[in-house]
């Protein structure tokens, strides 16, 4: 097994790769305290409408699981609607 940090950075980089692949639009940003115990936390905005979003959260864990099972860490990919710029 790989070390830890280099199973973190490649699980990150497939993870990124995924949402991206489903979601071309979407924007990805650390956070850079995690809510758990989890290795990679991310927050995932996405410019759709709420119906759209929830069929998005399932996708994107979908993939978490996978990488989790795969790299064996712990990831937290929240999809959020997209945050507009204030006016």
């Given at each position: 097994?790989?070390?830890p940090?280099?199973?973190?950075?490649?699980?990150?980089?497939?993870?990124?790769?995924?949402?991206?692949?489903?979601?071309?639009?979407?924007?990805?940003?650390?956070?850079?305290?995690?809510?758990?115990?989890?290795?990679?936390?991310?927050?995932?905005?996405?410019?759709?409408?709420?119906?759209?979003?929830?069929?998005?959260?399932?996708?994107?864990?979908?993939?978490?699981?996978?990488?989790?099972?795969?790299?064996?860490?712990?990831?937290?990919?929240?999809?959020?609607?997209h945050?507009?710029?204030?006016?």
């Open positions: 097994m790989a070390l940090a280099l199973r973190i950075s490649a699980a990150t980089a497939e993870l990124v790769k995924g949402i991206l692949a489903l979601y071309p639009q979407a924007s990805i940003l650390p956070r850079l305290t995690p809510l758990e115990d989890e290795d990679i936390s991310v927050e995932v905005q996405l410019p759709v409408a709420q119906e759209e979003l929830y069929t998005a959260r399932d996708q994107i864990h979908e993939l978490v699981i996978q990488l989790q099972e795969q790299y064996d860490v712990l990831i937290l990919a929240s999809a959020v609607p945050e507009r710029p204030p006016c």
